[in-house]
């Protein structure tokens, strides 16, 4: 593949790494300057609010008491980042929204195995919920990672072989 060819293929998955991955830092940054373990600003009251949580699980708190939890944490991360380059790589160009999806699972798994190799734990602070029900904080990088698995649902179950163009 020529130097242009590989820019061509990469330049996507470079730029969402990028992208998410300082927005991620960089607002996680902010929330443990800025607030207090636990403490929660209201952005739109009875839906939406910055509250600064620190998970040691995986979503919903899964295994956070676990003994080996920060090595499985970390392993299950570096796994699923070879992954997805793998996958990133064997993908054709045409099937962009694939592509696109999988640029945004990336910068999300870092982000995530960034924080569980610094600290042990993920730090997340959006809480959305409904009056007193709240679905577990998150972070930018588990956006990412939603979004990007978002589209590659859509891309196998709506796109002809996953295809954007024809």
Same mark, same amino acid.
């Given at each position: ?12 998955? +470079?730029?969402?790494? %990028?992208?998410? @991955? #300082? &927005?991620?830092?960089? !607002? ?49 991360? +570096?796994?699923?980042? %070879?992954?997805? @380059? #793998? &996958?990133?790589?064997? !993908? ?75």
């Amino acid at each position: 593949m020529t130097e242009t060819g590989l820019w061509l293929r990469y330049r996507l998955l +470079l730029f969402s790494t %990028v992208a998410v @991955l #300082v &927005f991620d830092q960089v !607002t996680k940054l902010w929330v443990v300057g800025s607030f207090r373990l636990y403490e929660s600003i209201p952005l739109i009251e009875n839906f939406l609010a910055f509250t600064y949580v620190r998970n040691k699980g995986a979503a919903f708190g899964i295994l956070s008491d676990s003994s080996w939890r920060i090595p499985f944490f970390i392993g299950i991360g +570096l796994v699923a980042v %070879v992954v997805i @380059l #793998v &996958f990133y790589h064997k !993908t054709a160009m045409d099937h962009r929204f694939t592509r696109f999806g999988l640029a945004l699972i990336l910068p999300g798994a870092v982000g995530n195995l960034i924080d569980r190799i610094r600290m042990g734990e993920v730090i997340d602070f959006i809480d959305a919920h409904w009056y007193q029900y709240h679905w577990p904080a998150f972070n930018v990088a588990d956006s990412a990672i939603t979004i990007g698995v978002g589209c590659l649902l859509l891309a196998s179950l709506f796109l002809p072989e996953g295809r954007d163009t024809k």
